[in-house]
């Protein structure tokens, strides 16, 4: 009967007349009756066990293991990241995106910019913890996940850029397999989207390679 009345009662059921003779049989005062029957849900002891410990296995991770906490924090968080802006280790510039998104009337501030302020926020604790992440590497990043590289630093995935789902990024993977890209028009011509060439500009990532692949006369003129 204990059992069952405490069941009854953390699920927001209230209580039976047999439950609450029993209870009154048992001496139990009438204010803690009136209590259980106004109890709409209790959280179980298991669950909150459960939370805790988990709790306890992410605050290891972070303390022990940042980098690799950091790249799994940032990638269950993926769509609030935005590859061309939010890669920089300047702290005072990340706090500054963090104020012009406070700044935004209520019509503008959306449940998406509270989103990009938390991972503002994470990218700062980052960075003062000596953590980086890199800007993306049109041959190294993966398409859809943020990786360590070999300096220990996270290097963020192609689909992170505004605007390019999943697929896209794949495209784009498959397409530097056929090797270096030797202009901005020979990614178009392997398939690249003209948005992702200009996401990848704009993210500073091709810096080097030039946008057509003419050759000026002017590059021969010792010959």
Not at 50 to 76: D, E, H, Q, W
Not at 80 to 88: E, G, I, L, V
Not at 122 to 144: C, F, Q, T, V
């Amino acid at each position: 009967m204990a059992f069952k009345t405490m069941e009854s009662v953390r699920k927001g059921r209230g209580l039976t007349e047999a439950m609450e003779g029993a209870m009154r049989d048992a001496g139990v005062p009438e204010w803690y009756v009136e209590t259980c029957k106004k109890i709409k849900y209790m959280f179980p002891k298991g669950h909150a066990v459960a939370y805790v410990t988990m709790a306890l296995r992410i605050a290891y991770f972070k303390i022990f293991y940042p980098a690799a906490y950091y790249c799994c924090y940032l990638a269950r968080n993926a769509e609030s990241f935005d590859a061309t802006r939010m890669t920089t280790r300047d702290v005072d510039a990340l706090r500054s995106m963090i104020d012009d998104i406070k700044a935004l009337d209520k019509s503008e501030r959306t449940a998406t910019k509270d989103d990009e302020v938390t991972i503002l926020e994470i990218l700062i604790e980052m960075n003062l913890r000596g953590i980086h992440i890199k800007p993306i590497d049109i041959y190294k990043s993966k398409a859809a996940e943020f990786i360590i590289d070999e300096e220990g630093e996270i290097l963020p995935p192609i689909n992170s850029l505004p605007g390019i789902g999943a697929s896209a990024a794949s495209a784009f993977v498959e397409a530097r397999q056929a090797g270096p890209f030797i202009s901005q028009d020979d990614m178009v011509r392997r398939k690249v989207s003209q948005s992702m060439v200009d996401q990848l500009r704009l993210a500073g990532c091709l810096n080097g390679i030039p946008e057509t692949s003419q050759v000026s006369l002017f590059e021969f003129g010792g010959l």
